[in-house]
């Protein structure tokens, strides 16, 4: 049976592409898509389309898209926005598949636009070519190394799929999911919506995670009923935009996007399993969160500490964000009992500071970290540690220990904060360690957190 | 007439330091305070004192502070709890002008540590050396290379003036203000407290801008009438612990603290002109945006922005923080409308995009800057930007425009947000531009806005 998603093959695993309205100009001024394309690395054949060009980019060129003679999956259709009706049509006519339209000018522009808009959806429901965009990159699939956007792409081969409504995310994505394993830029979206990529990425096992840009979103009975099923397979991170009244306004002349009433559509895509982001800035720390940690199976968090006013503004962070400090047996607090001096309080957090100036960082948490995570009235574990010169410093870096110690098998989240000069560095090693994730603040540390107790809920 | 901070210059402008307790150890893993102070290039006089050495780190050493037998303004006691107090009794003894306890062990910890803190309070108040912590690494002040932390700081000699109830923000200045110029760590505050920091800071001019940590605070009348003097100055930002219940009661075992009501403390501060945090995380962009932009006399915001999707994010960021989209002048849209297409819908947020497509992203920028900060009707900026490669995408740079465009005589601050795989980078480039300054998120740069028309309601 075909499934929904099944369209998106054309678009991200085409065999053939017609590139049609390519210019002769190359460099990267000249916004040229088939050269970032064949650049990319793309294996499958490429058709040039410019009535005025023999040759392009050292590929033949074609006058018309019939020309062609041979089978395309995928057109590119790069042309002002009068000529992309009659170009759709004739794509429709030589049996091309599937179609982007990249340009501006349509639902997101006059009242001429969104008639234009409406032909070309109207000719991808007669049995035309089905349609992304308009106002689109298009797609990035680095697994096969082809994309069509006109800007330059990282190509990393991530388990992280994304689905947004503007190039931003694509160019951006150091500032949003960090990488893109698969991307779809939908536009406009006239045709080829949410329900198709996110089945797609759903199905995709190459795909750990995926996360969405949304203006706004149609079909929303059918679309949550696809959410609800993917987000039990895996996590779905949505980051809405639209919330002010002013931020609406301004979808509805970008992408020409109907926000819709915000609370009940952040309510809807929740109760349908979707974790859900106010900010798009903390989308990377969804995305290395979710790849790295299991699900929160509790609120009962332990903090161990090198610093006492750290604790406390864990402590805050965590009230925050819907968790609580863990009531520690005794025999945890013991533990630590034993490595500080008689006078110290002990409690959660945890304060190793004194443990740490006389038996060392390492000694301190190896044991500290083991009887947390052995204890069973702890869900999860947030460590602050330092991020100092791993040269000079060597004997307070206690990352190492964490890794060493983090289990995967017990099913418990670490998060870490490393504070001090190194923390990017320290950070930045943690990527890719299962069960132990570092971020670049103690907020964000117990924000990851209560993210990991959201998907629980989903998935339990 | 003697001011209530003149006691800090002992603290942070000796002449003659004694460092009881010091420990012939030496390299990193040793902490020991005097190689750090020797290695920062103090030029002040460095006593050291400890009966068992004749010399430490190629210094004479002497058995007793009482042996020293030259004036000394300052002692930093490292020693054991129970030997502080007498300690202190004969640094008074020997006409020593003032005292840090860095140890632990106070009423940070048990009931006997209790004790001992308010009997070290007692000697200070009957004319004994005026006492800073205990529980402190002291101070830092990089203006005369001096300081007493155990813990390695950077040197820069930035105009940031910093007091804090925790090592934490020495340390980890970098996840906090940043730099730090002078910083006093107060920790225990059994004598020298908020007080005579805010009014010897405010009274430094090399001090452009004061960040406070706090977790509690005495004397709440004296404090708001100091600081209400001081915020009139220079703005003071001030991140409190304690927000939440447990955190309270973590800051109690922590400094001895009594965090307070969190609301009517909040409200207080507020009241008295200080900036309030409540992630610690904002304070190195609260420090950056003060000590480079002027208030914000309106909360009229223009948005000029190379991607919609951005225009929408900063929108919403905006109204989260009390701001709004200008109204522009037909005259302002005009400017970007002679440069787009004649499709193109006009409005803040301006659009660039198509316009950058083909006129270029300089022309575009400086045309649509010039404009907005010319139009009465805005009060501040935020531009959006791309963060390319700069070496092979410097024609979808608009960096070096806005710098050239800026003009601190204008009094509108601009605010810009660049995304892409270089935002560090470009983000970094504008650190000490006047008027103008970059932020890792859109979020951030909107919220900066929002800080700025705080500081204006406190100097209007």
């Keep these: 049976m075909e499934k929904l998603g099944d369209v998106l093959k054309f678009f991200m695993e085409p065999r053939s592409v017609a590139v049609v309205g390519v210019s002769r100009k190359s460099g990267p001024d000249s916004f040229n898509l088939m050269e970032n394309m064949l650049r990319s690395g793309f294996q499958g054949e490429v058709f ?36 992309v009706v009659p170009t759709i049509r004739e794509c429709g006519a030589a049996g091309v598949k599937a179609a982007i339209v990249v340009g501006q000018g349509f639902a997101d522009a006059d009242a001429a636009g969104k008639r234009l808009q409406m032909q070309i959806a109207e ?105 609800q099923r993917v987000a039990r397979q895996k996590p779905i991170v949505v980051f809405k935009t639209g919330e002010s009244e002013s931020g609406a306004r301004a979808a509805a002349s970008h992408s020409g996007s109907m926000a819709g009433d915000f609370v009940v559509c952040r309510t809807a895509l929740r109760q349908a399993g979707l974790l859900f982001l106010h900010q798009g800035d903390k989308m990377g720390d969804a995305v290395r969160t979710l790849l790295h940690q299991p699900p929160l199976k509790g609120d009962r968090i332990a903090v161990i500490t090198a610093t006492g006013a750290g604790g406390i503004a864990a402590s805050d962070a965590l009230e925050r964000y819907g968790l609580r400090l863990a009531r520690l047996r005794p025999e945890t607090l013991r533990v630590l009992g034993a490595l500080s001096p008689e006078w110290m309080p002990l409690g959660n957090p945890l304060d190793t500071w004194p443990s740490v100036m006389t038996h060392g960082i390492r000694e301190t948490y190896r044991q500290t970290l083991r009887a947390v995570l052995a204890d069973p009235e702890v869900d999860g574990v947030l460590c602050i540690s330092l991020a100092l010169d791993p040269d000079e410093y060597a004997f307070l870096d206690a990352s190492g220990v964490l890794s060493d110690e983090v289990d995967p098998c017990v099913k418990k989240p ?18 890719g360690i299962k069960g132990l994730s570092a971020y670049h603040t103690v907020d964000r540390a117990a924000w990851a957190l209560s993210l990991l107790r959201e998907r629980a809920r989903v998935v339990e």
């Design 48 to 83: 040039p389309v410019n009535p005025q060009a023999d040759m392009i980019l050292g590929v033949k060129a074609y006058s018309r898209i019939r020309e062609i003679h041979r089978p395309v999956d995928l057109a590119v259709i790069t042309l002002p926005r009068d000529l």
């Design 414 to 431: 670490v998060v870490a904060w490393f504070y001090g000069p190194f923390t990017n560095e320290i950070t930045e090693k943690f990527e």
């Design 123 to 227: 000719i991808a429901r007669a049995g035309g070519p089905r349609v992304l965009g308009p106002n689109t990159l298009g797609v990035v699939n680095n697994f096969n190394s082809f994309t069509t956007s006109f800007m330059p792409l990282s190509r990393d081969k991530a388990p992280i799929g994304l689905v947004c409504q503007s190039g931003l995310f694509f160019v951006g994505a150091d500032n949003f999911t960090g990488k893109i394993g698969k991307g779809i830029d939908i536009g406009n979206a006239c045709d080829v919506g949410f329900c198709e990529c996110l089945e797609y990425l759903g199905r995709d096992r190459g795909v750990e995670v995926i996360a969405v840009h949304m203006e706004g979103v149609r079909h929303g009975r059918k679309f949550l009923s696809i959410a």
